[in-house]
């Protein structure tokens, strides 16, 4: 019987982590510059996606330095960041939508998951607004570690967030937070302090776009965060109290 293989795409139709070469190689056909590789384990592949470790293996697709970087909807033109310290990721949960919905944090210093935050419960939330608030808190928390001379990346699988923030809430804000049309932006108390926070900081962190439930752990833990703060209606957002026991925290699941 063939081994389980995990299959980590950096540069694809759609960048994740896929259990099957099939899917892999849909992602990748017909890409120009397709980056891809096999690991034997979901927790290497995990890594290596959210890092986006190079391969020295001599006829191995490389990867990007850096995790799928959403460079044209929220990375800082430029590039040149240097590997970074600290790695956030954060995701929002919303069910029904709209609906109960609450933003969780996943942070990792050093490649080493290092603390778990969880809250912002509204009542009558949107998947977008959790997202939105999730995001907010990382820019909030790089913020901190930039000043204490640490490098930032934050990985969000909404990429209304990430381009609401980085992109357009800068021509929104000139029209008085109005679209093209005249038509009202949603959302602008949360995107409007998201936004000046990003632009105070915006080239010291990069801003990554990560598949939404492709097994990166990262981007699992938090939304398990988010789904834990809609359900226990935490309305502060606080660090998660208990052990930090990956596989049992993936394992919940909303009751």
């Not at 293989?5 to 259990?19: A, F, L, R």
């Not at 290497?44 to 995790?67: D, I, L």
């Not at 913020?143 to 699988?157: F, K, L, N, P, Y």
């Not at 776009?209 to 606080?238: C, I, P, S, W, Y």
Request: with cysteine; charged share 20%; glycine share 10%.
């Amino acid at each position: 019987m063939a081994k389980q293989k995990w299959y980590v795409v950096w540069q694809g139709h759609e960048p994740g982590i896929y259990t099957t070469w099939a899917e892999c190689q849909r992602q990748t056909k017909g890409v120009s510059g397709a980056r891809f590789k096999s690991f034997t384990t979901q927790a290497e592949a995990a890594a290596a996606y959210s890092s986006g470790v190079r391969s020295s293996s001599p006829g191995k697709p490389t990867a990007p330095a850096g995790a799928k970087r959403a460079r044209s909807e929220s990375a800082p033109k430029g590039g040149g960041l240097p590997p970074v310290t600290l790695e956030v990721y954060c995701d929002g949960a919303c069910e029904p939508n709209p609906g109960p919905a609450g933003s969780g944090l996943a942070v990792y210093r050093h490649g080493k998951l290092d603390s778990l935050y969880y809250g912002l419960f509204t009542p009558r939330g949107t998947n977008n607004t959790a997202e939105l608030h999730a995001l907010h808190r990382a820019l909030m928390l790089a913020q901190t570690a930039i000043e204490a001379g640490e490098s930032v990346r934050i990985h969000a699988d909404s990429k209304y967030a990430l381009q609401c923030v980085s992109e357009w809430a800068s021509g929104w804000k000139k029209r008085g937070w109005k679209r093209p049309n005249g038509d009202p932006v949603k959302n602008p108390d949360i995107i409007a302090p998201a936004h000046e926070l990003y632009r105070q900081i915006a080239d010291k962190v990069e801003l990554a776009h990560v598949k939404a439930h492709a097994g990166v752990e990262g981007n699992e833990l938090a939304d398990r965060m988010a789904m834990m703060a809609a359900l226990t209606q935490e309305e502060a957002f606080t660090v998660y109290p208990g052990a930090l026991d990956v596989a049992e925290i993936l394992a919940f699941k909303r009751g």
